[in-house]
Structure formats: structure tokens, C-alpha cells
């Protein structure tokens, strides 16, 4: 990996939808300028539709939006793991080759709690190589975790610094929707949000870097309104 490298693409990839809630399941890949690849999430696994109990449809597999982009699974050498629930690890065990980035704090939650046994052996897994990390971390130039717990202690957005969009700043979990005509006090929270107080300080704290970056585009977790008006795969963002 050259040191100077930065961030030359972005693609947005829908990989389910959840229809009891009509919300998309998405993943991301970024693109350096000296040609690796990162992919931020895995989506669903491929069972999904059968042992969920949401209704689910799986729209387009991960691995299969890679393909068309003249991806393998072994040319992916990082996958940022935002957090461990199923819609966003579901297909870690197939990119054997990179190395998984996730926090701390959440790698040893996750571990001991229930929620995550659904999705337990597709993350718990000797194919899957964990690098924890503490805080917010510059991952390469350009790329910078920002740890966002209160939906999951030790919840993890991305900030990627594009040549001509800007500063994108990936949200996941941490803003699942639109935040206009919202305020951290006001915001709803989901039934998944495990933590209120530390899920509105991450909240102030994103919109705070959105503001101090200049950033561009917020893309929210799972905000079906907001994810037909973007450049989905493969359209990129540059």
C-alpha cells in the first residue's frame, strides 16, 4: 500500500431490504488511488430470507456487486466492521483475505451479549482476523473512523475525504435517517438503540464533524427516502 494513497471512489451497494420497515440494508466500498479495496459492512446473510424473522428480501449480494465491478472477495483487504448485527456481518466469512477492522469496546461486547448470537459464526470465525482499534482512527489518508456508540457500544461511522464530492460521511447506525427537523434531543430512537444518552452524544458529535468538515453528503443508515435520491453501483461517488 503506497502511504500517500487516498480515497479515488466510493460505491453505495443495496444489498436487502428489510420490508417490515421498507429500509435498505447497504454496504460500501471504497476505492485508494493505489487500488486496494475497502469494503465498510458485509450485509445479510445469504439465508437471511428463511431464518429472519423480519421479511426480508435479499436484493443483490455483496460478492455479487463486487463481481460486477471486476471484484473477488480475495481483492478486498480491509472490511470496516461498523458494529456486529447480522444486517451488517452477515458475509464476513467470505473475504478470507482481509483483515476486519472493528472497535475495541465492541469487539468484547459483542462477544459476551445475545444479540449478536445470531450472526455469531459468520463474525466468530477463524477466517474472519479482527484489528481492534480505540476511538476515532485515520484507518489510511482520507479515511478516518469515528466512534459512535449508543445504537451498540463501540458503534463505528466512516468519514472518507473524496477528491471532487468532499467529505462523505457514512453514518450507519449512528443516523439511521434524515436528521432534517431534527435536534440529538429530538431525535427518535430505534428499538435497537441500546444506549440513550451515548446514542444523542453521537449524535452532536457527528453533525459537530459534518459541520467542521464542510461534509457534503450525509449518507444515513437505513433511509429509504434518502437512498433512491443517491448514486447507487455501479455509479460511484468521486
Known amino acids: 500500500m503506497a502511504p500517500d494513497a487516498t480515497p479515488r471512489r466510493l460505491y453505495l451497494m443495496q444489498v436487502a431490504t428489510i420490508r417490515d420497515w421498507d429500509v435498505p440494508v ?48 480475495d481483492d478486498i483487504g480491509t472490511v470496516v466492521c461498523t458494529h456486529l448485527d447480522q444486517d451488517h456481518a452477515g458475509r464476513h466469512t467470505a473475504f478470507t483475505k482481509a483483515e476486519f477492522v472493528i472497535q475495541r469496546e465492541h469487539d468484547a461486547l459483542a462477544r459476551g451479549d445475545s444479540r449478536f448470537d445470531v450472526a455469531r459464526p459468520l463474525w466468530e470465525n477463524p477466517a474472519v482476523r479482527f484489528r481492534l482499534v480505540d476511538g476515532d482512527t485515520e484507518l489510511r489518508p482520507g479515511v478516518v473512523l ?85 448514486k447507487t453501483a455501479p455509479a460511484y461517488y468521486d
Open 26 to 73: 447497504p454496504c460500501y466500498l471504497i476505492q485508494m488511488s493505489d487500488g486496494a479495496n475497502i469494503l465498510i459492512d458485509s450485509g445479510l446473510p445469504e439465508d437471511a430470507e428463511s431464518w429472519s424473522e423480519a421479511e426480508i428480501t435479499i436484493d443483490r449480494d455483496v460478492v455479487a456487486y463486487l463481481a460486477d465491478l471486476g471484484l473477488r472477495p
Open 146 to 230: 469515528i466512534e459512535s456508540g449508543g445504537h451498540v457500544p463501540g458503534h463505528q461511522a466512516v468519514l472518507v475525504r473524496l477528491p471532487r464530492t468532499g467529505p462523505v460521511l457514512l453514518a450507519i447506525d449512528a443516523l439511521p435517517i434524515d436528521m432534517a427537523g431534527y435536534t440529538p434531543e429530538t431525535r427518535p430512537l430505534g428499538p435497537f438503540d441500546m444506549d440513550e444518552a451515548a446514542t444523542r452524544a453521537s449524535t452532536r458529535k457527528l453533525l459537530d464533524l459534518a459541520a467542521r468538515e464542510g461534509v457534503s453528503l450525509i449518507v444515513y443508515g437505513h433511509d429509504e427516502t434518502q437512498w433512491r435520491s443517491l
